[in-house]
């Protein structure tokens, strides 16, 4: 028995990386999209790309180590820790741990981990890979027990992973459950480790002859299509001959940015960036981030440079390349009728599920349908005929794509699944086989269907993200190169297809212990795309492809930009040899204060800099800022820059004579802490009366350099004007009439000073005692005095900033806010200058004075999230945030957009009362027409039908009305009119009014009400699986009331065509399965006589086309968040 021992290893507890309470909300943190998969206990935003950095990302040995530890904790309920560790256990020479949350990581599920036990005391860039498994075990019966199973690439930064929701908390603390017995639970992990090879210097290109493809973010799938697409070499050749003109920009091309990217990949010698690519899409960054289907973009991608390689010498391309042709017939049994229709395609979806390898998915794709009994055809001239239903395809093209089905729709579990299934493909494909079971009768005989293996594309992840990567074979050799991002390797064939077969791979116990049954891992990383190149054709499509296929103005361009590269890479290879020295002098001063800063003096990035080699003695630097600047030697004199405590930046001492005898390489040594490779000096430069300059003034210790600020309450403007010496001793009074004629004052103006201190984290300017010595008042080389005309009386109500501190505290907060209409999300409607200490009142105010509102508080705010660039799901409550700064935070970044919304009814009303979107449909109308209820929140459902009431017209004045639940076309609920509307959900369900038929409210005792739902039988997925559409209804079912007198009433009220209803089909359904019923069945026999909860899968089913339009993504019928589509907008 292993007792728990709840303190770390060699760590803190709070070091422990775990999430936080809050969710981030994009670009997809780990937390969420990853948990059927294996979740960090992170929290950071990060792709959601990489679910586990796989094995497939490093080279790893064959036979891991695996071992089985089992942790038996006791008094389990009475735990008081947040999180407990196990003992620790080895396995593969490394330690480990579990780490659990008796009470969740702020969700109310078990969380679990595996944790590096020893990750603290590791050396600098340690990893290591593992499969493992966590279960719970039940106690009762074995069966039971909860197991998840996961891979993951351990490191610094990710030291744990595994599963923020393991189970459910209800079940694990239920005593009749199993999973706590006597207080006792036993956790199992199973672990296998897999050593990793060190990649950090491997050259793909020295190794394998090609490069990769940086990673944007979560591009990996793009990465895998491209390297794909570009090994075919008739395709490469194509996009080289697509017009293109120097005067083009790669990024605003698609043509050009892919004639780039191909002549980078069989050029370059390092891995090449897509963003130039990516960029001719159309995409922000935002787009990098999003992971999308590698099927989607093919055809997306495809069409898009078929579209633009029309009218140039290489169009029909893609036709010719990818375009193959199947035939859809229907042919009738007893009479001589066949139907026809030819489509073409460029890719075909082939059946995983149910399949054991390509030939089965084609002999399922080309499975006879029979139309008989109650599903006859209905034959133009013939009527209803018993048929045969089928595909057969007319020709193949030269290269064809298979995408495999490795993602459905579930619909027991109401959720995208990944099919992990073993799967099986061969090297040779012959789609001849079997006397051409495949082709149709008008197929071209004469072409030999025999297909090799080109490339695999995998998946490697759960259903909600993962990574791709591709196993290619470029010249159809037996040797295969697997491209994974930036990193290229040589593979054997069994790497690259037994391998990616999926299924499950067992690994044996490698050392006696608790339980020594060898244990078996889903391998999650299997094929999801495969291209096969005819044999026939593979001598034209595997061609040669050279420069001279490529334009001259693209060679020369791309030519150009590899040398300029190359010059970086020399700049920065002989970086160690040089001193970036950067200047400052007054014309920078005076050229960027009250434009570019306002706080200190000069920002860097924009000063003159040298480039000057180490050794050259810094007397000789002299003569080339004499060059330069026209300065001679003599006339120079340089400063080092200092930074202070409180963060400010200032010239803060001459260079010596004997320092200026140094190496420009050990002065910056001297100067700069840091040991960066800049060293920053202010030339100093006296300038006389006829312009010239003279030599500088001696300086003594009682000499002080100080920098001279005026400032104008009327323009609200600040500018430098100047800088000289003063005495220590000396008093402000004796700097008075310089002040006043640098400023152009007359010589008796009376003016105030300022020392601007330092402005992080807040500005800190006070006023100098004039009476007082500058030594006094602690004023040193370098610090910065602000002077201004002395504040009259009435200059606060005269001027915005009547003074300095004022004016600086101002600047120090002043915020652009780029306002945008909630309606119009990505277009700016105004900006405003606001500060980052106003209040929610203030904000409101001027947005609605810019809008010509007289009442604020009709305004609504929504914040801006960062990372996805789109408003925050829920606005700010009123006063709730409590200035500007904290409306623009979105967690480390401060954002400077607001969406802005009118209400019809102030803020503070409009949060007292509830909104719900209620679609009204009336019982003769066919169109249904929503309507926006809004009431206190504390109303009642039979509220709602009221308000209804007055804004619909109904059949009859005494109509009754209800409320329905509606969710992917099923009726989930009939609201009681009692229910609260404070809880009632309108974002992901539908809510639905109607009136009450009034057969319906006198039902006799054995009449049914029955839910009829319209579906029909989805042909990309399994025979026992249907798909809903339209509108469901109630229905009123008599007592030995047959099927045929309910076919009379169902036609009736939908008002459905004879020759159209002859075609329906009827079933009862129950949790998904149809059962098809006769016109001399009863149909009330068939539903339950009691109520239950989920009456909603118990249904007859209208089964008949869809032939309603398309809506790629309805709002309130989306309860999962999937992906967005892949979009190229150029």
Known sequence: MTMVTPQPLDQEDEEMLVPHTELLEGPQPVQGPIALDGTPPIEAPQPMEEVASTAENQAVEEQPQASRFTWVIENFSRQTNKKLYSDVFVVGAYKWRVLIFPKGNNVDHLSMYLDVADSSSLPYGWSRYAQFSLAVVNQIHNKFTIKKDTQHQFHARESDWGFTSFMALSDLYDPGRGFLMNDTCIIEADVAVRKVTDYWTYDSKKETGYVGLKNQGATCYMNSLLQTLYHIPYFRKAVYHMPTTENDMPSGSIPLALQSLFYKLQYNETSVATKELTKSFGWDTYDSFMQHDVQELNRVLCEKLEDKMKGTVVEGTIQKLFEGHHMNYIECINVDFKSTRKESFYDLQLDVKGCRDVYASFDKYVEVERLEGDNKYHAEEYGLQDAKKGVLFIDFPPV????????????TRDTMVKINDRYEFPLELDLDRENGKYLSPDADKSVRNLYTLHSVLVHSGGVHGGHYYAFIRPTLSDQWFKF????????????????????????????????????????????????????????????????????????????????????????????????????????????????????DLVDHDKVHSFRIQKQMPFNLFKDEVAKEFGVPVQFQRFWIWAKRQNHTYRPNRPLTLQEETQSVGQLREVSNKNHNAELKLFLEIEIGPDLRPLPPPDKTKEDILLFFKLYDPEKEELRYVGRFFVKSAGKPTEIISRLNETAGFSPDEEIELYEEIKFEPCVMCERLDKRTSFRSSQIEDGDIICFQKLPQAQAEEKYRYPDVPSFLEYVKNRQIVHFRSLDRPKEDDFRLELSKLHTYDDVVERVARQLELDDPSKIRLTPHNCYSQQPKP???????????????????????????????IPLPELQCLKTLKVAFHHATKEEPVVHNIRLPKQSTVGDVLNEIKTKVELSHPNAELRLLEVFYHKIYKIFPLTEKIENINDQYWTLRAEEIPEEEKNLGPQDRLIHVYHFTKEAALNQMQVQNFGEPFFLIIRENETLEDVKVRIQRKLEVPDDEFSKWKFAFLSLGRPEYLQDSDVVSSRFQRRDVYGAWEQYLGLEHSDTTPKRPFTANQNRHTYEKPVKIYN
């Open 400 to 411: 064809l794509q298979l995408q495999l089905k490795r993602f459905e729709y579930d619909f």
């Open 484 to 599: 994974d991002d930036e990193r290229v390797t040589k593979e054997d064939m069994k790497r690259a297809l037994e391998e990616q077969y999926g299924g499950e791979e067992e690994l044996p116990q490698t050392n006696p212990g608790y339980n020594n049954a060898p244990f078996k891992f889903t391998k999650y990383s299997n094929a999801y795309m495969l291209v096969y190149i005819r044999e026939s054709d593979k001598e034209k499509i595997i061609c040669d492809v050279d420069e001279k296929d490529i334009a001259e103005h693209l060679r020369i361009r791309l030519k150009k930009e590899q040398e300029e590269k190359e010059d970086k890479r020399r700049y920065k290879a002989q970086a160690h040899l040089y001193t970036i020295i950067k200047v400052a002098r007054d014309a920078d001063l005076s050229e960027q204060i009250g434009k570019d800063i306002f706080f």
């Open 874 to 904: 829920h606005p700010i409550k009123y006063r709730v945030a409590e200035h500007l700064l904290d409306m623009l935070v979105h967690y480390n970044q401060v954002s400077d957009i607001l969406y802005y919304e009118v209400l019809d």
